[in-house]
């Protein structure tokens, strides 16, 4: 793809920022501090933005004039972006954090929607491109590769079906199937520190079904929550923590960021891949993907 083509706009409007981190200059790592409007239902002038979605990235600015981005985000960051129909917003999900703005005009939304369906058929084909490459690579230097297995950080997992496994997969992670157990274990879950003294991680009982994931108390087993696995966008390693805590990984939903931690890297490994295919069959029966 040319530069000219890379840097395309695919749609440009002004938006309402609901849940978006304070303004930093870009390309520089993004702060954990977030702009909340007080009143999520009434824009107000200093939190509508210039947003731009490019083919490469997504970006806002203070006005439609972009002399200097207040928040960019890469593409190959970006995991997903959904538009909320019912109730007019856009949320963008990427490897750190959500983005939520809300539409000011119907007729914008349609533009946005059809944007982004545009950039995440070519985000798809520019990562198939990259895995056929990458596939390439490893046939003709598979001894190298494997030499250097130990001293190469853990790469993006990515869950790909086995043509001849087809119909045991979808049986095992179809939704529409009477529910049943795919996976079950213990697992620390970050949690917000109400008491001073509080943990910051809680180890809980969790199962993956084909429909929920389910957290029960360790001691007394009772269900404290369970996650709708509709709701899930993507599964990815969690952000950069102490050495001891590098199994953790973060559960994306459409409206919440779960962090959780399992004992081992090859735990963690099998909880992606399982909770990633979970997605990728839900994307199959919705054409999604």
């Known amino acids: 793809m040319s530069l000219d083509k890379e840097h395309e706009v695919l749609v440009s409007s002004y938006l309402t920022g609901l849940h978006i981190p304070a303004a930093h200059h870009p390309h520089s790592p993004p702060t954990p501090k977030l702009i909340f409007p007080r009143k999520l239902n009434l824009p107000h002038k200093k939190h509508v933005l210039w947003c731009v979605l490019r083919r490469n990235q997504f970006s806002y600015y203070k006005d439609e004039q972009e002399r200097e981005a207040l928040y960019v985000v890469p593409g190959d960051m970006i995991l997903n972006l959904k538009v909320q129909k019912e109730d007019g917003t856009l949320s963008l999900y990427s490897t750190d954090t ?3 703005f809300r539409f000011l005009e119907h007729t914008t939304q349609e533009k946005w929607v059809k944007a982004i369906d545009e950039f995440m058929r070519c985000k798809r084909e520019s990562e198939e491109a990259g895995s056929d490459s990458d596939d390439e690579k490893i046939s003709m230097d598979d001894k190298d590769i494997c030499e250097n297995e130990e001293d190469r950080r853990r790469s993006e997992i990515t869950v790909e079906e086995s043509p001849g496994h087809d119909e045991e997969f979808y049986t095992t992670f ?13 697992i620390s879950v970050r949690v917000k520190r109400v008491r001073f003294n509080r943990k910051k991680w809680k180890l809980f009982r969790v199962e993956l079904t084909n429909r929920w994931f389910k957290l029960y108390s360790l001691k007394s087993g ?16 969690g952000p950069s923590l102490p050495s001891e805590l590098d199994t953790a990984f973060v559960l994306i ?13 090859q735990e963690m490994v099998d909880w992606i891949i399982s909770l990633k295919s979970t997605i990728l069959v839900r994307e199959k029966l919705t054409g999604t993907h």
């Open 98 to 100: 959500t983005l939520t």
């Open 174 to 186: 179809d939704p529409s199937t009477k529910e049943h157990c795919i996976k079950k274990g213990t």
């Open 222 to 237: 009772a269900l404290k929550r369970q996650i709708d696995l509709n709701k899930v966008v993507d599964c990815v390693e």
């Open 253 to 265: 939903t459409l409206n919440e960021r779960v962090q959780l931690r399992p004992d081992t890297e």
